[in-house]
């Protein structure tokens, strides 16, 4: 459950980043990349996701992900491949000891912000 | 030219209206352009052509949390203090472990500690019955500990000079892994009543840590657990990491434990 941290962490880095950027606007789209190896489980995520930014400037924002697969280095042969599993052993030579190059990254790419008019709620009358 | 109004640009002002219809039909609203004032109830508004800004954020989700740790891992290499972060999963034997530690050596190095867990001060109770001060932190419904956290307990414990920090995390071998805590060292304790392919089912917990003790080896007569086996099992996610096997009950092995940490 440790997505709600990263949800929490993701809100409060948006909201300061949303304050800064001085303008008022509302949050469209938020773009991140998670990488394969960074111990995320997007299922948990996206059920989280809901709940926790219900009421916030995220509630109507477009989560997008770009996944960052997995890729290494071989410390005793020096050859570069793809990761799925952290213990998977280097195709070339059998080692573990491998230095990964890619797809721990946990970072926020972008917000768009759009200035949609709130439309003033006018008094309703029904016919 | 601005083809709803023939502005020059995003300036224009539009006036609008929702029309009296009920609610069921609001979902697509209804926008009209009108001459302003031309009837009751008719509101004005600001540009419907959204004005869309980019911002490159490119931030580290867990910034605030690393540069939390990194004000921690500075506090403790100023005093020369050893900070260790303890993980497992829970009933592992982290308390009885850190017991029998400060019971052993309280006399010759001060050790202060930070207990997580999501619930009671048990375990500060049971440290504080050996004399080492310890601060408990309740996650409640958090499954790990995070910088701040250790931060607060440190600013409150006020660990001295060449002294040893325990941090004990809350017991789960998959949360706390991503959270730098500023510790110097991270130690997994594993018990032998665990499965022995543990290593590959949590493999991020074993990647970051330098030490795994494996605790409770004073039952292995009695149990089918093969120590060989999770050695490979943990090499195979983190070469370089080193064991030790002890028994926080029987006391053995607490020697090799007792040098590793310098003492």
Redesign the interface.
Same mark, same amino acid.
């Given at each position: 459950?440790?997505e709600l941290? #990263?949800i929490q962490?993701?809100l409060?880095?948006?909201t300061n980043?949303?304050q800064q950027?001085g303008?008022p606007?509302t949050v469209?789209t938020i773009e #991140?990349e998670i990488g394969e190896l960074?111990?995320i489980e997007w299922s948990t995520l996206e059920f989280l996701w809901p709940a926790a930014v219900g009421d916030t400037l995220l509630a109507d924002a477009t989560l997008q992900v770009r996944w960052v697969p997995g890729k290494a280095v071989c410390s005793d042969c020096s050859s570069s491949f793809d990761v799925r599993?952290?213990?998977d052993?280097c195709p070339g030579c059998g080692?573990?000891?491998l230095q990964i190059t890619q797809g721990e990254e946990?970072? #926020?790419?972008?917000?768009?912000?759009?200035?949609?008019?709130?439309?003033?709620k006018?008094?309703?009358?029904?016919? | 030219m601005c083809a709803t109004c023939g502005c020059s640009g995003n300036e224009h002002k539009l006036t609008?209206?929702?029309a009296?219809?009920?609610p069921e039909a609001l979902t697509g609203?209804t926008v009209a352009t009108l001459p302003p004032g031309a009837r009751p109830?008719?509101?004005s508004?600001?540009?419907?052509t959204?004005?869309?800004?980019?911002?490159?954020?490119?931030?580290? #989700?867990?910034?605030?949390?690393n540069r939390m740790a990194e004000r921690n891992r500075g506090f403790f290499e100023a005093r020369n203090i050893l900070a260790i972060n303890l993980v497992s999963s829970p009933g592992s034997g982290k308390t009885a472990l850190l017991e029998r530690t400060l019971a052993d050596l309280g006399a010759r190095r001060q050790f202060f500690v930070v207990e997580g867990d999501q619930q009671t001060a048990r375990d500060a109770e049971r440290i504080a019955a050996g004399g080492a001060p310890v601060v408990q932190i309740n996650t409640g419904?958090?499954?790990?500990l995070?910088a701040h956290m250790v931060h607060q307990a440190i600013r409150q414990l006020q660990p001295t000079t060449d002294s040893i920090v325990f941090i004990e995390n809350v017991g789960n071998l998959?949360?706390p892994?991503?959270?730098d805590l500023g510790e110097g060292r991270r130690v997994i304790v594993i018990s032998v009543t665990e499965g022995e392919d543990k290593?590959?089912k949590y493999?991020?917990m074993f990647?970051s840590a330098q030490l795994c003790v494996i605790n409770k080896v004073d039952l292995l007569p009695y149990l089918k657990f093969d120590v060989q086996a999770l050695k490979e099992?943990a090499?195979?996610?983190n070469?370089?990491i080193n064991f030790i096997e002890v028994s926080a009950t029987s006391g053995q092995g607490m020697e090799t434990w007792y040098a590793w940490l310098g003492l």
């Open positions: 459950m440790h941290s #990263i962490s993701i409060e880095a948006t980043a949303v950027n303008k606007g469209e #991140i960074a111990g599993r952290l213990y052993p080692s573990h000891l946990l970072r #926020i790419k972008s917000l768009t912000l759009v200035d949609k008019p709130t439309v003033a006018a008094p309703l009358r029904w016919n | 609008a209206f929702l009296m219809k009920k609203l109830g008719v509101q508004f600001a540009p419907d959204p004005v869309k800004t980019v911002i490159e954020l490119e931030r580290d #989700i867990l910034e605030k949390n419904k958090g499954c790990h995070e998959v949360c892994s991503m959270f290593p590959v493999p991020d990647r099992y090499r195979q996610v070469p370089q």
